[in-house]
């Protein structure tokens, strides 16, 4: 049932923000060089590696590390990268991640194939075989201003109580956080 909801969902979407996903990428091929879409290595279920697009928000030259990580992250925005990180625009791509199967709408959003301590941990508590999603218990519940060990700890929440109300709850609440741009640190 979860994947005939995020197959359905994905392809309406796809298909009502075909302009704006068209606009948002011209708008960073035209603000700073490079590709609009920046492909992430993320660490998906059981662990294996997939390619995952974003709207590109940093410069190329920026380290392929997490956010946090950075020295002075804002110093690798381009023009338009605080907006659409702001605005969550630039998760829009992961729609295509959604199709192929790599994803689901709602998940532990997919690390960075080089969050060690993220991965080792979810590993630990069984979050790993979950399919990482566009967002999920961690995002409504603190998104970026979380730390490591609390966002495993939600996530191993949504684990033991996944259900499609569960999910249909966090989609509404994600929605409500996006455009009250709640917990985004960059």
Do not use: C
Request: no cysteine; net charge positive.
């Amino acid at each position: 049932m979860k994947r005939l909801l995020d197959l359905t969902l994905a392809l309406a979407l796809l298909a009502l923000l075909a302009m704006p996903l068209l606009a948002v990428a011209t708008l960073v091929r035209l603000t700073s060089p490079g590709p609009a879409l920046y492909w992430s290595d993320r660490v998906g279920r059981h662990n294996r590696i997939f390619r995952m697009p974003k709207f590109r928000s940093m410069r190329t030259d920026t380290p392929a590390v997490a956010t946090h990580l950075l020295d002075q992250p804002a110093q690798y925005l381009t023009p338009i990268g605080s907006f659409l990180r702001r605005s969550s625009l630039d998760e829009l791509p992961q729609l295509w991640s959604i199709l192929k199967g790599d994803m689901s709408f709602v998940g532990p959003r997919p690390a960075l194939f080089n969050q060690d301590d993220l991965i080792a941990l979810r590993t630990q508590h069984g979050v790993d075989a979950l399919l990482p999603g566009l967002t999920g218990w961690a995002q409504v519940n603190g998104r970026d201003e979380l730390p490591i060990p609390a966002k495993v700890a939600l996530d191993h929440w949504y684990l033991q109580h996944r259900s499609l109300a569960l999910d249909l709850r966090i989609l509404w609440r994600t929605a409500h956080k996006v455009l009250a741009r709640e917990g985004v640190a960059h």
